[in-house]
């Protein structure tokens, strides 16, 4: 299956639980642009920087997946385009 990837602009969570992708010895609650995708109630959590995402190509990393009941909010940017489209 495929998951549906967003960046939010801030993600916190209601404890320290993600490994600093810099720093994996420190524990993070609160993140700023990253990768986040939903799946049922488990939320999938890629805390590298969007540019790190792009730039990585074929290298391995880690994704975290924590509850939704560890989540305390998520906040990203929706853009909405303008105009229709046509032939949909």
């Not at 967003?6 to 994996?24: F, V």
């Not at 488990?42 to 969007?50: E, S, T, V, Y």
């Amino acid at each position: 299956m495929a998951l549906n990837w967003r960046t939010a602009t801030t993600l916190e969570l209601h404890d320290n639980l993600i490994p600093d992708p810099n720093a994996g010895h420190n524990l993070l609650g609160r993140l700023r642009n990253v990768r986040v995708a939903v799946e049922g109630s488990f939320l999938h959590i890629d805390p590298r920087q969007p540019q790190d995402a792009e730039t990585s190509g074929n290298q391995e990393f880690d994704v975290h997946i924590v509850p939704a009941t560890a989540v305390k909010t998520v906040t990203y940017r929706e853009i909405k385009r303008r105009g229709t489209l046509v032939g949909f």
